[in-house]
């Protein structure tokens, strides 16, 4: 089993920034991959952000492309996203996860969440 914990998000304005935080603990070796999505009311769970824990290598959906970063500190099974440049349409829940998925961008294929944290974009 892994828990998965996740720390920050809030209000924030456009154009602010914020750091989302996801830390990993329980048998995390076979974690592939480390991801966010996030859900909006009445939408789809929607890939954010990713990392494969072996190289550090992140994948970003279109939409944050050059917004978001993500990072691991894999000493402590973290993961981080730093969102900049914030838009009301990113207002959501997000989410960690964790697994070995084919498709990073498949959600249904993680084998681990976290519980959700609000991020609110609003003027």
């Known amino acids: 089993q892994v828990q998965l914990v996740e720390s920050g998000g809030g209000l924030v304005q456009p154009g602010d920034s914020l750091r989302l935080s996801c830390a990993a603990s329980?048998?995390?070796?076979?974690?592939?991959?480390m991801s966010w999505f996030r859900q909006a009311p009445g939408k789809e769970r929607e890939f954010v952000a990713g990392v494969r824990m072996t190289t550090g290598t992140p994948f970003f959906a279109d939409p944050v492309v050059g917004r978001f970063t993500m990072y691991t500190e894999n000493s402590k099974n973290t993961v981080t996203l730093r969102m900049t440049s914030l838009k009301p349409e990113d207002t959501a829940v997000y989410y960690c996860a964790a697994g070995a998925p084919q498709l990073i961008r498949d959600w249904e294929a993680y084998d681990y969440w976290g519980q959700g944290t609000q991020v609110t974009v609003s003027s």
């Open positions: 329980g048998r995390t070796s076979g974690n592939q991959f």
